[in-house]
């Protein structure tokens, strides 16, 4: 309902019917990139899904930029690389243990989450609010179709910080609309993905947790990727 009241203060047109076709698909590829996300966490190892979701979801939306928009500039391409690298230092883990990887699982929630971005970036210009409402319109549908039992339920206790999280994360995917609506997919894509970064650092402030050699440079990797791709798209 918030981004439906934001698409009327903004005064958004209708979206046209490829607007509609690419929102709905980008809510089914960002529920099944999700689900299996958790589920590879849940039944796989920490330090082969999260590193291999990560990657997936920033380098197939980058491929795409690159054949849709062409190759961008030598430094913005380094700070791409760097900033691929960086997230697969961030998002590894303390991982020794045996059984199932979830590499495939990690594979699937990559690659729909890139498809997610690449279906994102096919909106037309100026239209923002409208697209996230049938996004988000379209992820609830397909979790209520799907989710059912009383185990899914929320505590009432976790209610508002959920309710916190879900505008959080409508706040992003909207600011990612924009992105890629005022520049090119490759570049939004890859800063996008460098949220683990954010996470590391946020543990570190708030919860005290100790930042690892591998994240340390990592965070290094990330801030100089940032510098180097903003240099580059401004020259």
Not at 49 to 76: E, K, N, R, S
């Amino acid at each position: 309902m918030l981004a439906l009241g934001l698409a009327f203060l903004r005064s958004e047109t209708l979206p046209t019917g490829g607007d509609v076709a690419w929102s709905v698909g980008a809510g089914i590829a960002g529920v099944i990139g999700i689900s299996a996300l958790y589920r590879g966490l849940a039944v796989g190892r920490m330090g082969v899904v999260a590193p291999v979701t990560g990657v997936m979801a920033a380098t197939i939306p980058v491929a795409a930029g690159i054949a849709l928009q062409g190759v961008p500039p030598p430094l913005v391409l380094a700070g791409i690389a760097m900033a691929v690298v960086a997230v697969i230092l961030v998002s590894r883990v303390s991982d020794e243990g045996s059984g199932p990887s979830g590499l495939g699982l990690a594979l699937l929630s990559g690659g729909a989450i890139g498809a997610m971005s690449i279906c994102i970036s096919q909106l037309s210009q100026g239209h923002v609010f409208g697209p996230l409402t049938l996004i988000r319109t379209t992820q609830a549908v397909v979790i209520v179709g799907f989710v059912t039992g009383s185990a899914w339920r929320v505590d009432r206790r976790l209610i508002p910080a959920t309710a916190g999280v879900g505008v959080l994360d409508m706040a992003g995917n909207g600011l990612f609309i924009v992105a890629v609506q005022t520049g090119a997919l490759a570049i939004a894509a890859v800063l996008s993905s460098l949220y683990p970064v954010v996470t590391v650092i946020l543990a570190t402030v708030f919860l005290r947790e100790r930042i690892t050699r591998s994240h340390a440079v990592g965070i290094a990797l990330a801030a100089t990727a940032i510098a180097c791709i903003a240099a580059g798209s401004a020259g």
